[in-house]
């Protein structure tokens, strides 16, 4: 973890091995990098011991752990009276010292500004006040661990209170040392002194609040940008895709669950009723903000659902298509299937996170699940439900091919595509559907063969063909007609797409299991000493179809 403290006292929750390397440095001193002093210190060791004293060297480190055990539990309480020491002088700062003058209603808004800024969030202060996304200059990632920072700062006051064994109050802050503090248990001077980090805390916390505000807000042209990495010569990039919002709302509420548990178990100490009034206002707050962003969670997901399966009845520039498509490439996988598999994806992705969220919006009625089990989670729900519409979706653009032949091979691409993205079943409900997908897969490629390649082959058993002359093509037998057909539709299909190598494959193998054999029969059985085609000439053909 890289120090971002400042000379001036800047303050740091590290753990006590980075701590041990610079302890002899004030905390946030420039000197306090804690990787770059260990890795110095390391190397000076090796410097100084030779290859011929290690072995001694490591069984003295061996005989002297419990020494090191007990240096280091020293640190560690060191480092924390470093650290109270620097929550006293920043409460103390804020109301302005000495404890007679301390304000409980203002405070001096620089501190609050510093010590945001030694968080890693001092941007915070310009969300607050209205400032646009692009005037910001950090990410949310820092606001998740300033958060943690000040959750942990509580629980530090509270487990030294603890330790102090004390029975009504927290240690002084404005106005006498953790030594001191802990040697007056119960005294009722320190009671406005907890009053005062409490509130420190309070107004701490509304700051930071600001930024779940405009997380959550409502503006996708704006919010979605929330987890900033901007632009060349401050030019802002493109607005993000909904998942990013996404993403951000969920790590987002993440911390602030997590920061609520916390502050809940931290006010285990028997607080004045003033205290009591601000721990509930601190935890009602945070409750309300997480809240908040659950609701904008939900609403992202619906946001997201809605567009991706609108866009199956779009084309590629987002205009309604109401027109037959053209041939070449319109077989390919619609962006609407990409679009709602990948959703699916983060929904699974993201499921012990999102699950609870669509429970509870099932339970106010946000959500009613159309496909409902017994024992089975909304979320479970709504995943097979987006996977079905889509399909129905798919089936119903399908029916704007003219050409059967395409149509199959539409809903062929489309739910291979759909099972191969989809095949890692996390629920037992899914193999049901994966089941059912796998049918329908294998009826879309028995449909493409009977529609496309069936009537190839049937020309050569066609007992009833005679010669005829159709403008320039002439059939003087069923082998003519079968060459000619299959030529046709080779030339065609060898332009249309089958994007999914392995399905390529299994295609290509079909055809060639339907038309071989039986081609390979006729010249047999027919004596055709030099066809136009050799049954090995039509193998090396059927390979190339499907490259468009």
């Not at 110095?40 to 090796?46: K, V």
């Amino acid at each position: 973890m890289e120090a971002s403290g400042s000379s001036d006292g800047g303050f740091e929750f590290w753990s006590y091995r980075e701590q041990n390397a610079s302890s002899s440095s004030p905390i946030g001193s420039p000197s306090s990098g804690s990787g770059t002093v260990v890795s110095a210190a390391y190397t000076s060791l090796s410097s100084r011991l030779s290859s011929g004293s290690m072995e001694a060297a490591t069984m003295h480190l061996d005989l002297d752990s419990d020494g090191e055990e007990e240096e280091e539990a020293e640190m560690v309480t060191e480092t924390k009276e470093v650290r109270i020491k620097h929550i006293k002088s920043l409460v103390q700062e804020f109301f302005g010292a000495p404890s007679t003058s301390c304000s409980i209603n203002s405070g001096d808004i620089g501190v609050l500004e510093r010590w945001l800024d030694q968080l890693g969030v001092g941007w915070i202060i310009h969300v607050a006040g209205g400032a646009s996304v692009w005037e910001l200059q950090d990410t949310c990632s820092s606001w998740t661990r300033a958060l943690a920072q000040i959750t942990e700062a509580i629980r530090l006051v509270a487990s030294l209170c603890l330790d102090h064994h004390c029975s009504v109050s927290l240690p002084s802050i404005c106005e006498k040392e953790p030594a001191e503090a802990a040697s007056e248990n119960g005294d009722e001077a320190s009671v406005p002194d907890q009053f005062l980090f409490a509130r420190f805390i309070e107004i701490t916390m509304l700051k930071m609040f600001a930024f779940v505000d405009f997380v959550v807000a409502p503006d996708t042209t704006t919010t979605i940008e929330v987890i900033m990495v901007f632009g060349v010569d401050g030019v802002p990039p493109p607005p993000p895709l909904p998942y990013e919002k996404l993403s951000t709302l969920l790590v987002v509420r993440g911390a602030l669950s997590k920061a609520l548990t916390q502050i809940r178990l931290s006010f285990h100490w028997p607080p004045s009723a003033e205290i009591q009034r601000i721990q509930r206002e601190i935890v009602s707050l945070l409750s309300g903000k997480e809240g908040k962003v659950r609701e904008a969670i939900w609403n992202t997901m619906e946001h997201i659902r809605t567009s991706v399966l609108e866009s199956i009845m779009e084309d590629g520039g987002g205009h309604h298509l109401s027109t037959s498509l053209t041939t070449q490439g319109s077989s390919d996988v619609h962006k609407a299937t990409r679009r709602v598999t990948r959703y699916i994806r983060f929904l699974k992705l993201h499921y012990s996170s999102l699950a609870p969220i669509v429970s509870e919006a099932a339970s106010l009625g946000w959500y009613v699940p159309r496909v409902s089990r017994q024992a089975e989670p909304p979320l479970i729900s709504m995943i097979i439900e987006t996977a079905s519409c889509l399909e129905e979706k798919l089936i119903n653009k399908s029916e704007q091919f003219s050409d059967e032949e395409l149509k199959s091979l539409f809903l062929l691409n489309n739910s291979y595509f759909m099972l191969t993205e989809l095949k890692y079943p996390f629920f037992p409900s899914a193999k049901v559907h994966m089941a059912a997908l796998t049918c329908k897969l294998e009826a879309h490629m028995q449909r493409y063969i009977d529609v496309s390649w069936a009537p190839v082959l049937s020309c050569l058993f066609d007992s009833t063909c005679t010669p005829v002359c159709l403008g320039r093509n002439y059939y003087s037998s069923p082998l003519s007609k079968f060459e000619y057909e299959f030529q046709k539709i080779y030339t065609t299909q060898k332009q249309w797409k089958v994007p999914h190598p392995v399905l390529r494959m299994k295609l290509r193998k079909a055809i060639t299991d339907k038309i071989i054999p039986d081609y390979a029969t006729y010249i047999e059985d027919n004596k055709v000493i030099t066809p136009d085609f050799s049954p090995l000439k039509l193998q090396v053909m059927l390979q190339e179809l499907f490259e468009g």
